[in-house]
């Protein structure tokens, strides 16, 4: 196991990135909400500076092949400088957002277990592991393309009972917001994953990641894939069910 190196800024550059941000949605952009909708609208607002840029970073990072790894990557080839600087920006932003839960809400247990086993995850990859970035980098972008559309969607939700127009866009967006988010969270994130399971089952990743590492982190996605699954599940009945009552007051 390898000692943990902390070489460049870059972390401690994103974690004031992120501390900026909430403080900046915390006491300006959403300084006369209530206090409840306040910190939970400033959480969704990291959460939007942090879910599409690392989308894009995430791509760039995978498509991007150095002279030293000119073959395709594979689940088990060593992380890159630019794979590390994803993981980097992540690892800040959720270190935030948990601080922001032990704070508000500390007593909301799974978004808290949540965050820190996916900082766990990151961790031990990017420094630690040294291996296995390219796929935690393509499940991150899996996690991360409906960021936008939760945030907005989730904002929105917030202030639906006494802004009309929330309530048009909460409306109007949960139908292709569920759709999105099924393809993606229930459909293509679980192929992916059993793809990375095969892969480690027989123990083609060698003996560039231990076993300890990838049974975990084995663990830990299919975990958050299906809660991922039974949240939407759960919100699919929800509109359903409000679908229903709709057409009986119509």
């Not at 190196?5 to 550059?13: A, E, K, R």
């Not at 969704?44 to 879910?51: A, D, E, K, M, V």
Request: charged share 10%.
């Amino acid at each position: 196991m390898g000692i943990p190196s902390f070489q460049t800024l870059t972390l401690p550059t994103f974690f004031f990135f992120f501390v900026s941000s909430y403080l900046l949605a915390y006491f300006r952009i959403f300084h006369n909400w209530d206090p409840k909708h306040r910190a939970e609208a400033s959480s969704c607002f990291i959460s939007l500076t942090h879910g599409t840029p690392a989308v894009f970073l995430a791509i760039h990072a995978l498509t991007t092949h150095t002279t030293k790894s000119p073959s395709p990557p594979t689940f088990s080839s060593p992380n890159t400088f630019l794979h590390n600087t994803v993981l980097e920006f992540s690892i800040s932003y959720f270190s935030i957002d948990l601080l922001h839960y032990l704070i508000f809400f500390p007593n909301d247990t799974l978004f808290i277990l949540h965050h820190l086993a996916t900082l766990y995850v990151f961790f031990t990859c990017r420094f630690i592991v040294h291996h296995g970035s390219f796929a935690l980098l393509v499940l991150l972008i899996l996690a991360e393309i409906t960021s936008f559309c939760q945030n907005v969607w989730t904002l929105a939700g917030y202030r639906k009972a006494d802004l009309p127009v929330a309530g048009k866009v909460f409306d109007l967006m949960s139908l292709p917001f569920f759709a999105f988010y099924t393809i993606v969270r229930g459909i293509i994130g679980p192929l992916f994953v059993y793809k990375m399971g095969v892969f480690y089952i027989n123990q083609m990743a060698g003996d560039s990641i231990p076993v300890w590492a990838w049974v975990s982190w084995m663990i830990v996605i299919v975990t958050a894939i299906l809660i991922s699954i039974v949240w939407v599940f759960d919100h699919w009945i929800d509109w359903f069910k409000r679908r229903k009552a709709m057409n009986k007051l119509a």
